[in-house]
């Protein structure tokens, strides 16, 4: 069975500093998508970046970018120029390639705080 | 961008008692609904995956007689909880994902309390 593997439950950065969270996860699949979702107070849940794993090239949005080390299972999200309304918790979250079928495996989330 | 409502955001019932979630999906067709249980500090525990015009299939360990989801149309899906109790007071989310996507959109979730 897949799994998901945050090993930081809670991280901190100064504001306009750079931090990185860890994501490790363990597939027998070849074809799956990665993701990042962030969950500020407000509890809705917010689409960070997405990764296939077909891909090579690092995802990236705006300050947001993947580290993602296919055979070495590894995920990690870099926030770079953090920014108060970053923090959050930060789910790392799988899925499998295949149609429609299938849901997210989350990870145990990290909590990040970013301190002014 | 597409959006996932939730209807009501918070609920409070009596013990025993049953409460409906609503969760519709506003600009696209859902084929397919999942509902998620997350306690405070914890991560989302998929109680359920619901597919358009089908039964439910619920994770191991979930009462689907307690739990009863209904994906009647392609942009409705419910969630009952039948004779609550306080153990059942949560932080309830949906979410639903159109037909072949692999995205998932997320609902603003519901906070039920039982008293």
């Known amino acids: 069975a897949q799994t998901v593997t945050q090993s930081q439950p809670e991280m901190s950065v100064q504001e306009a500093e750079t931090v990185t969270l860890s994501c490790t996860y363990d597939?027998?699949?070849?074809?799956?998508?990665l993701f990042w979702y962030k969950q500020p107070p407000s509890r809705q849940m917010i689409l960070v970046i997405r990764q296939e794993a077909y891909k090579q090239q690092n995802a990236t949005e705006n300050r947001f970018s993947v580290n993602f080390q296919k055979a070495a299972k590894s995920f990690s999200l870099k926030i770079s120029d953090s920014q108060l309304g970053d923090a959050a918790m930060y789910f790392c979250a799988y899925w499998k390639y295949g149609g429609s079928q299938g849901n997210l495996i989350f990870g145990k989330g990290t909590k990040l705080s970013v301190k002014p | 961008g597409a959006v996932v409502s939730q209807h009501p955001s918070r609920v409070i019932c009596k013990s025993g008692t049953s409460v409906k979630i609503e969760c519709r999906s506003l600009?696209?067709?859902?084929?397919?609904m999942f509902w998620y249980r997350q306690f405070p500090k914890k991560s989302l525990m998929l109680m359920a995956t619901s597919n358009e015009g089908s039964k439910a299939t619920y994770e191991q360990g979930v009462e689907k007689d307690k739990f009863l989801i209904n994906h009647a149309s392609l942009t409705l899906s419910t969630l009952t909880v039948t004779s609550a109790h306080p153990e059942d007071s949560s932080f309830y989310i949906c979410?639903?994902?159109?037909?072949?996507?692999?995205?998932?959109?997320f609902g603003p979730g519901t906070r039920l309390t039982v008293t």
């Open positions: 597939t027998s699949e070849s074809d799956y998508y």
């Open positions: 979410s639903a994902r159109p037909r072949s996507s692999y995205e998932q959109y």
């Open positions: 600009d696209f067709q859902a084929t397919t």
